[in-house]
Nanobody, 117 residues
Framework: QVQLVESGGGLVQPGGSLRLSCATS????????MAWYRQAPGKQRERVAT???????NYADSVKGRFTISRDNAKNTVSLQMNSLKPEDTAVYYC???????????WGQGTQVTVSS
């Protein structure tokens, strides 16, 4: 059974930083493109960043230059370093397989990120 457990969210002031982590189990992690997604209140879930099994990354325009996705295939984890945070980054953040990898696994609980002064 696939399990995705996100952590690392919190309340941060504009301009601040957070590092999110996602622990996975029940999958052959190294074989998948992984991604971070977010969902703000009243909005659809959107892809934030993607990393292939080989480490190639891709970012949504809204976070390019501020966020960095990484993965540790030995630990089956994927992380998201978020710098220069803005209020519009406020959302619940989730990890899952990449958007071109077929039906998503069951979503985890996500981790709340709130950017506010």
């Amino acid at each position: 059974q696939v399990q995705l457990v996100e952590s690392g969210g919190g309340l941060v002031q504009p301009g601040g930083s957070l590092r999110l982590s996602c622990a996975t189990s029940g999958i052959t992690f190294s074989g998948y493109t992984m991604a971070w997604y977010r969902q703000a209140p009243g909005k659809q879930r959107e892809r934030v960043a993607t990393i292939t099994s080989g480490g190639t990354t891709n970012y949504a325009d809204s976070v390019k230059g501020r966020f960095t996705i990484s993965r540790d295939n030995a630990k089956n984890t994927v992380s998201l370093q978020m710098n220069s945070l803005k209020p519009e980054d406020t959302a619940v953040y989730y990890c899952n397989k990449g958007p071109l990898q077929g039906t998503p696994w069951n979503w985890g609980q996500g981790t709340q990120v709130t950017v506010s002064s």
